[in-house]
């Protein structure tokens, strides 16, 4: 039994490589002892500090934080109406803090409380993506060079642009299929000519989160299966590679895609259909053997019951701090283990550190576990997160500290706060050729 309680809860809110990071911070009664959790929205970030800081503070302030469960049920429904980004990122804040706090106070991982490691390491993959095959296909190779199995690979459709004047093209951009300029007759142009006035354009010397731009279905799935093409034939089949459709195409589309991709024996199709259409994937299941993952967007455990009870995906790829950190999280995953379902969890550049962490402590305990997304941190945030997971051999790896194993450099981190954005850091619209808006 312990009577240490929550003295106070804080959000630190810092931007060490261009994305805008929520860490929680939970300090105890206990001197020196304290947890961190991830609630990283990055396109809503202010609004979870708020959440945390006018809502969740004044709620827990004083609790037992050997009480995990029932803060997280509490604080769940404190608010009445619930689920939704910016009250689920508050909410795994707090969580994570507590899970970090518990492995403090045992003197043991976050793993280990869980019942222990199911692995020694957890598999990742990484992102190649790039203007053309051949690009996306040297990547890949440097990728394959330092030891990774799995890449994803994503490429640039010809013809359809971000508008931009003179920038220089965003990872972003080459993943959503978006750069060069309109009208750069370089690029053959397939499909219906971009009339659309309506995609904004971007000035220089502006920064921008997301930038808006053009897309169209077919032209989009024919350069992929033009890259998968390329790319087997340069590696053969002895790589993993893996893709992401971001939703965009329509439904119909996506069921003739996931069985035309079969023969090229995707790791997993990511993302194929909107939240809104999951019964598509009905209908995937029937035609094709194209292992499936979609999860991101899910923000309830209740839209995830359907997909893993009727076996209509294979990964589950919820962003951890999305459904409200690790306390969800575990309960889905065990979920997926009774139906064979394995877990990627959400893992790119807008899962900070702790959040990595936080996704190994699963990655390291779960049975089911399928493979981790990774992004490569630079310098400035592997000093800003002492203790962060570490990528060796194609495999991530956690330090075995007791908790999360991860601390935060708060002096640093206050040297690095949000920049500026166009729009407040919003997303902008991605568009069809005729000015149709595209949903993700
Ligand atoms: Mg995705």
New binding site residues.
């Given amino acids: 039994m312990s009577n240490v309680t929550i003295r106070d809860i804080k959000t630190i809110l810092t931007e060490p490589e261009n994305i805008r990071l929520v860490i929680v911070k939970v300090e105890t009664s206990e001197p020196g002892l304290y947890g961190l959790g991830c609630a990283t929205f990055t396109q809503r970030p202010t609004a979870v500090a708020a959440a945390v800081d006018d809502y969740l503070r004044p709620f827990l302030l004083g609790r037992n934080v050997a009480d995990i469960e029932d803060i997280w049920q509490s604080s769940y429904v404190s608010s009445y109406w619930r689920n939704g980004p910016v009250l689920n990122n508050a909410l795994s804040g707090v969580d994570q803090a507590l899970w970090d706090i518990k492995g403090k106070m045992a003197d043991m991982p976050v793993y280990d409380l869980l019942g222990g490691r199911a692995r020694e390491a957890a598999p990742v993959y990484v992102h190649a993506s790039g203007p053309t095959r051949e690009e996306v296909g040297d990547k890949m190779q440097a990728f394959l060079e330092q030891g990774f199995h799995h890449v994803r690979i994503q490429v640039e459709t010809p013809g359809y642009a971000s508008y931009g004047t003179g920038r220089g093209l965003t990872e972003a951009d080459l993943e959503y299929g978006r750069g060069g300029a309109v009208g750069d007759k370089s690029l053959p142009l397939e499909g219906p000519r971009p009339v659309t006035t309506w995609v904004r354009p971007q000035e220089e010397g502006k920064r921008y989160a997301h930038p808006g731009g053009v897309f169209e279905p077919k032209p989009y799935m024919r350069s992929t299966l033009d890259l998968f093409e390329y790319v087997r034939d340069r590696f053969g089949y002895g790589v993993e590679i893996l893709h992401?459709v971001?939703e965009r195409i329509p439904p119909i589309l996506g069921v003739w895609f996931a069985k035309e991709v079969e023969k090229y024996q995707l790791f997993f199709l990511?993302?194929l259909f909107s939240p809104e259409d999951n019964d598509y994937f009905r209908m995937v299941r029937e035609q094709t053997s194209t292992p499936i993952a979609m999860g991101?967007l899910w923000n309830s455990p209740h839209e995830v019951i359907p997909m893993i009870k009727d076996r209509l995906i294979d990964f589950i790829?919820i962003h951890l701090s999305q459904i409200g950190g690790i306390t969800p999280a575990r309960k889905i995953a065990a979920m997926g283990e009774l139906f064979n379902v394995r877990t990627a969890w959400h893992g790119p550049g807008d899962t900070s550190p702790v959040g990595h962490a936080a996704n190994m402590m699963l990655n390291l305990n779960t049975y089911n576990f399928g493979i981790q997304e990774a992004a490569i941190p630079g310098e400035r945030t592997r000093e800003m997160f002492p203790g962060m997971p570490t990528l060796k051999d194609g495999m991530m790896w956690s330090n075995g500290k007791p908790g999360l194993g991860i601390d935060i450099d708060e002096k640093m981190a206050a040297k690095f706060p949000f920049k500026e954005r166009e729009f407040g850091g919003a997303w902008d619209t991605v568009r069809r050729a005729d000015g149709t808006m595209v949903k993700p």
């Fill in positions: 992401d971001h990511e993302d991101e790829r």
